[in-house]
């Protein structure tokens, strides 16, 4: 059954409440134009049995977005057995008693819908977005594939296979031991192994060889769970039908504990580092050149300022090397977050021979940051950059739900979800270079030099020496012929 409880405001306490909220217009105008109305309170439930239903409706559009989030992923699995959450994914598609898998992909696409699904470190997320006439459907869909999946020992290999397809096939005996020692792996992969020293937590070449049905079975019946699992609705519909529809099925699912979830050792780089990959790449045109950075993730307090040091780094990085002195065409910043730890990575794609020039010009801006040289103009140009992007970049009712699933640690952990917008605005120069200072430090980067093994450029050069020499040669056994025939 669902729980429910209504607060009611002491009007004397309401009217003071408008007073001040009046009083921060202000202060909150640059803020409010951003995110649309109530973005960051959607309605939040839960039922009896545990299970979290999040809901926004919204008329605008003829659909509704479902989003059905496990607190399932690599990072519950030992060394061995890392692809069990993502092999479970894959089986809840495979059938069930009333649909083949043939039959859920036209089911789906004969309702207006799209679904995929997808698993992470923490997380795996089932996603279906449909027609607005057919989301009672959607929601008994979604309901089915969970509880009456096919886990037979056919579905077993062939979830197996096609992972072993995603990873880029199942890896030889060869391929493992050039893996071990590092050949084999890409410089991004080697230097994750220095951001998270710990080895049993990277998921490496695993596929699925070591997982039974014994552990399918058993990662089902611990993991999809009411209390584990939070239901996602964004669009056009009738909450009354909705919540009817979710309490007939989710809602009839057996309450019980949710699972205690694996906690990995995670420390911080001892050192600095810097890599090159060893065959990886084989063939390039150019080097790349990437100073990386571990965070603290997505709860972190200092979160939304690395948000606001990403955003200028990749924009300062980019108009230097590029526009001011030509050195690269595709350059900038990225960062990665799950909700324990982060990176953020600065560089980009460079000719090889004027690699060292570039890296001492991100360090260069770097150390600006760090010592708080960067001017609060270019701190609040690159939070106003945030803001825009954040305007335009949640309009529909997909955007909607993929937000709430990916920020739902903040709901479980902090009990709301943060105020993105309010975040950004109120980053500080002086915030900056503190956080700056805390993660972009040089006695823990890792930087990345990474040549490839043989250019094209190289290759040409050496395909016209060939070229020269046979036709060299040709040429002499001709004229040797002719000199014998005389």
Partial sequence: MLQMTQKHTVPLVAALIVLLAMSLVTARSWAGPYSQPGFYTPEVLTFGNGLTVIIKRRGEA???????????????????????????????????????????????????????????????????????????????????LLTNADFSNDSMGLAGEVIAREEGGAPSALQRWL????????????????????PEYQLGL????????????AAHKRYYVPANMTLIAVGNFDRKELLHEVEKTFGSLPAGPPPVRRVWELPYPA????????????????????????????????????????????????????????????????????????????????????????????????????????GADEIDKSRRQIL????????????????????????????????????????TPGEVAAVAARYLRRDRTVTLMSTPTATIEGLARLAGVVALLATFLVVAGIYRKKRLGQ
């Fill in 62 to 144: 003829p659909n509704v977005s479902l989003r059905l989030v496990v607190g399932i992923g690599h990072d519950d699995f030992p060394k061995g057995s890392k692809q069990t959450a993502h092999m479970l994914e894959h089986l809840l598609y495979m059938g069930t008693p009333r649909f083949d898998e043939t039959e859920i992909d036209r089911q789906i696409q004969d309702h207006g819908g799209y679904s995929n699904a997808f698993t992470d470190n923490e997380e795996t997320i089932h996603l279906l977005d449909i027609y607005n006439q057919h989301y009672l459907w959607g929601i008994d869909f979604l309901y089915e």
């Fill in 271 to 374: 050192g600095s580092v810097e890599l090159d990959g060893t065959f990886s790449p084989m063939l390039d045109t150019e080097g790349s050149v990437q100073l990386i950075f571990r965070t603290d993730g997505l709860l972190s307090p200092d979160f939304h300022v690395l948000q606001v040091i990403e955003k200028y780094l990749g924009q300062r990085v980019f108009e230097e090397l590029r526009f001011k002195r030509g050195l690269t065409y595709d350059s900038g910043s990225e960062g990665y977050s799950t909700r324990r730890w982060g990176t953020l990575a600065v560089g980009g794609a460079v000719a090889i021979d004027r690699m060292g020039e570039v890296r001492d010009l991100i360090e260069t801006e770097i150390e600006r940051l760090r010592g708080g040289r960067v």
């Fill in 179 to 198: 893996y071990g020692y590092e050949i084999a792996k890409s410089p991004w992969e080697m230097a994750y192994g220095r951001l998270l020293p710990n």
């Fill in 388 to 427: 825009l992007a954040l305007a335009g970049g949640y309009e529909n009712n997909s955007a909607f739900a993929d937000y709430y699933a990916g920020a739902l640690g903040e709901l479980q952990v902090l009990g709301r979800f943060r105020d993105y917008e309010d975040a950004i605005a109120a980053v």
């Fill in 206 to 217: 695993e596929v699925c060889e070591g997982i039974s049905r014994d552990d399918i079975l």
